[in-house]
């Protein structure tokens, strides 16, 4: 019917461009409308329409015939492409699965657009293709399912031509955690995360109990067995073979303790880059000593650290380095361990360094005022010290690298204050996407994070330098080995894609099925699905303050004040010449391109392409003018 109905309409526009006659037009028309009124269904459901209805025309000729000649002519003079019929039941498979719509919420979907005349099933298991067995077996008391690893590099490959040409070597990253599912019960899930290239990570296996999968070597044989083959003979995928090793295991240190079978991070000798002793100081193991000698794969795989490893870890049977293949992940290491441990400190810690109720008002106070005044590109606006127990991850990123050198100044002493900025550009240098500018000051930034690491018992007593603190001193290694910023070997994409394992569990009943049956239903939407994919996440330009700064080349500061449909943009622009330095000296701002520029600045007008604006500034209120900080190009949207 549909067909018929563009056929109709365009048979009118032709009648009315080839014939000048109007009866002839309203002849043609009145045949159609007799096609229309005649074709009837009976009370059994059959159709009434007549060969004889439907041959009905101006010529004589038969319907078949007639058709052609329109078709012919419509590709002459009007030669439109034709409207490709999209699929309401791949539509509608893409949408559900996007938006985790319930089978119950689906069902009465289904059956209201079955009522409107849509041929669609009744049940929503049919429509999603859900499998009706999922094969799970017990194992490690619990219950497990192995996905398989070439399955999941095969799939990523299959989605991205330009890694294809442009490599033969796949290097994985591997992510393990646990994941409580439930506020009221112990059931955790512990998947087998990889991903490779900083593409978005996928499942290889997933376990579901109680505890964590004891013992380790049955977890892990699956996925190592594979990986070794993979090892060995390469993956062949579209008549092209590539080489699969392991870069790296991105985890947090309970995690690393439990793979690598080492101390946990409270004991003596828990640190996993040097042979450094801990001490015992107010019913806390601390590390005062900055160096030590450092441990090695050899000796690792050898045991030689008796006092360090509990047992041999299946990873040295498969070849994997566990000294220098496991990074020091900075999500957990520097934002929850030590931006949290210092704010904790400041606010509720001892008397040599918490602050006044004042002056923790005070620093609430700004960070409550730079709310909607950060850029687009922040997943979350800053909330007061109040909130702190309830603070994020990026948000303690987002304190140490933007908000916090704005409200701690002239709020907290001198000394406090370069203490913490030390951190800041040190974490900041690390975490640079410019791989030269970042090489060219790594030594720099461990000289810096040795500052600030022996600087802390002064500043916070004697208990503050405990093992996420010490670990400061080693994680310029993981920068220095991998040659990549500090975002591309962090936990913040795994954590993110746990979460939304984590909602792809509906109820309490065997959700280790429900996941499989989740992701079954993913994987059939986005191969049927006719809808583009989407795109990265683009920089936001906008005439609005929060979006509206950025650098040029030539290190100038521009502000947007008008977008041009022919993506040019009308700038104010400021010389960096013009800004005043925000840090004390000796801290280099000049590194960060950190300023500080007064609203009776000067500005100059210029027009500039959009394609030009170099990188993103976020813009913060500050003394009667505004505090201009360089984004970290990467880590904004995670």
Known sequence: MAYLRMWRKRRADINELLHSDEDTAVTIDDAVTTNDREETTNDDGGSNTDDHSISVTTDGSDFDTDIGICESDVEILNPEPEVQVRNIGNDLREWSTRHQITNRSLNELLQIL???GHVLPKDARTLLDTPQVIDSHSKCNGQYIYYGLEGGISRVLSQNDAFRQQHSTVSLDVNIDGLPIFKSSKVQFWPILVTFSNFSPFIVALYCGESKPEPLDAYLHDFLEEFKNLQQNGLVFREKKY???VRTFICDAPARAYLKCIKGH??????ERCQVKGQYVERRVVFNQLTSTLRTDEGFSQLEYSCHQNGSSPL??????CVSAFVLDYMHTVCLGVVRRLLVYLTRGPKLCRLSLRQKNEISQKLNLLRGQMPSEFARQPRGLQELDRWKATEFRQFLLYTGPIVLKNTVSSQLYAHFVTLTVAVSIMLDSDERKRAAYLDFSADLMRHFVSSCPALYGKTFTVYNVHALLHIHEDVSRFRCSLNDICCFPYENYLQQIKRLVRTGQNPLAQVSKRLVEIE???GNSTAQPKAKPQMYISSKRRDSCFLLEDESFAFVQERRGDGTVVCD????????????KPCPSNLLNIAYIGNGRRLRRKEVKEKDLGRKVACLPFNNGSVMIPLLHGIEHS
């Open 316 to 321: 040295i049977a498969a070849g994997i380095p």
């Open 573 to 584: 622009v400021v010389k960096q010449r013009h800004t005043v330095d925000l840090f004390d």
């Open 524 to 526: 059939h939407a986005q």
């Open 243 to 245: 080489a699969v090793n």
């Open 114 to 116: 079955r009522d409107h």
């Open 266 to 271: 409270t004991a003596y000798d828990s640190c």
